[in-house]
């Protein structure tokens, strides 16, 4: 399919191949904490960075606490931003989160710096206390390609900060999950996930005694900081073609908007967090708050896409949890 020709091409490709994108019975809260972030990566979908000001504040928490005390559906809660750790009260939701919900999967979605940030010193052990699963970005096993995408002096603080993680059981204990995420430096496709975390296990293991469960593989997506990028690169319609041509249906039943809801700094709920960002409401429709929500209505109901839902389907396909196919 030609670029020119792909006004509503996604949701072509799906009728085309008799595949539908619904959702099912959601089981994952995506909650951004915020915008704010101590670091500004160039692929950030989020444009979070050192000045944002959008942070969850606590009447807001409450009510999203309040929702996940009545919504058993809900096995995961997925905590992110910017850094999630710089909401003034992220702790004090972890601790009542794991209060109501004592077994369910806690994400902490983490730029691993933030651990040595003034202030957060404790943080590591407060996640350990917690069993709080640490997602964790680290897009090479290498330096040059960390710092280049992330800024000078990243790779060192991120592998002072898996050190540290390591030294408190994560990567070793069951409970204690350490999973890192790899996206490519440029308008690239991921490689084989398998093989890239045999690679970074290997090298990370040798060089630095590090461990960590999985390496999620995730595809940069064409919106925000990393769109800026690539029109500045003059790279967006080849990379957009790309994302076409790579499309993969096998990818489809996988695609995490279909059992997550994803919720904004203000309590907005939207299929996914790219979409969040794209300001496209759950299921297309008006912008409707958590906490108008009943989890119980949601299965089968439509699912809110554009063109770059290609790079949820390209490849292997790519989700908050690396590929999908
Ligand atoms: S990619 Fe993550 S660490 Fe980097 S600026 Fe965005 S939120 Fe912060
Ligand atoms: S961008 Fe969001 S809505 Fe589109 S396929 Fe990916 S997860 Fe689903």
Known sequence: MLL????????EHLSKQGLCLARKSPSILQINLGKLCNLA??????NAGPGRKEIMDPATIDRVIDWIARSPSIETVDLTGGAPEMNPDFREFIVRVRAIRP???IIDRCNLTILLE???EEMAEFLAFHRIQVVAS???YQPKNVNLQRGEGVFDASIEALKRLNALGYGTRSELALNLVYNPIG???PPDQGELEKDYKTALRAEFGIEFNSLF???NMPIARFLAQLRREGQNEMYR????DNFNPASIDGLMCRDTISVDWEGRVFDCDFNQMLGMPLGGGQNRLLWELDPEVLEREPIATGDHCFGCTAGAGSSCGGALD
């Open 217 to 219: 593989t995730i595809t």
């Open 4 to 11: 020119a020709d792909r006004k509503f091409a996604f949701e």
């Open 118 to 120: 003034p202030g957060y």
């Open 241 to 244: 073609q790309l994302l076409v």
């Open 187 to 189: 308008a690239v496709l």
């Open 103 to 105: 077994d369910a999967t």
């Open 138 to 140: 680290m897009p090479c």
């Open 41 to 46: 990566c160039v692929h950030c979908h989020v």
